[in-house]
């Protein structure tokens, strides 16, 4: 089975920095994803990561640790805008077939 | 980029009644189209994986005789609930996959269900 597992909900302030954690347990492993979804919208993606380390990608970007099962993203120069659930997903092996598994996602809410 | 368009975006229905939702890759061939089905506050949960021209496999616990899937064509998908019921009432998401990359999963706009 796989297990994803994510903080529900997180506050932060325009203009500071946030880092939201994911650790996972999964049979197989084959790249974690990171999704941005705004309430009633569906997610778009933000990140891939399929080897260690740090991907930086404008004001997002996004770790992985493979041993420890952890990912986080960070989120730089916060905007209003961000407000919006991110969403952490794990490609592990289900059926044979590789297909991505969702944690319950986390509520980002930017105040000013 | 890639598009994926649902239709309806939003549907009422009576209890007991079937509703029809589909899902078109727009401007590249989908080898492979995923349903999901994301209730209030919750994550996306994985229905069903369906690849053009063979039949979807659904995920446990997923009633292939309610939630009726046809890949027809390498553009098209559909998703079938039949005789819903307001607990079907949730928020259907497709993505689409053209297989180029391990890793690319295009999402739909989704579309709201409530069945009364």
């Known amino acids: 089975g796989q297990n994803i597992d994510q903080p529900t909900e997180m506050t932060a302030t325009e203009g500071a920095i946030v880092q939201i954690n994911c650790t996972y347990q999964?049979?197989?492993?084959?790249?974690l994803f990171w999704y941005q979804q705004h309430a009633g919208e569906a997610p778009t993606f933000l990140s891939y990561?399929?080897?260690?380390g740090l991907e930086e990608k404008g004001r997002f970007s996004s770790f992985l640790s493979r041993s420890k099962g952890y990912s986080y993203l960070l989120l730089k120069e916060l905007q209003m805008k961000d407000s919006a659930s991110y969403l952490c997903?794990?490609?592990?092996?289900?059926?044979?077939?590789?297909?991505?598994?969702f944690g319950r996602g986390t509520s980002l809410i930017v105040h000013p | 980029g890639a598009v994926v368009s649902q239709h309806p975006s939003w549907v009422i229905c009576k209890s007991g009644t079937s509703v029809k939702i589909e899902c078109r890759s727009l401007?590249?061939?989908?080898?492979?189209m995923f349903w999901y089905r994301q209730f209030p506050k919750q994550s996306l949960m994985l229905m069903a994986t369906?690849?053009?021209?063979?039949?979807?496999?659904?995920e446990q616990g997923v009633e292939k005789d309610k939630f009726l899937i046809n890949h027809a064509s390498l553009t098209l998908s559909t998703l079938t609930v039949t005789s819903a019921h307001p607990e079907d009432s949730s928020f259907y998401i497709c993505?689409?996959?053209?297989?180029?990359?391990?890793?690319?999963?295009?999402f739909g706009p989704g579309t709201r269900l409530t069945v009364t």
């Open positions: 993505s689409a996959s053209s297989g180029r990359s391990s890793y690319e999963q295009y």
């Open positions: 999964t049979s197989g492993f084959n790249g």
């Open positions: 990561n399929v080897l260690d």
């Open positions: 997903a794990v490609k592990g092996a289900s059926g044979g077939s590789y297909i991505p598994t």
């Open positions: 401007d590249f061939q989908a080898t492979t």
């Open positions: 369906s690849n053009e021209g063979s039949k979807a496999t659904y």
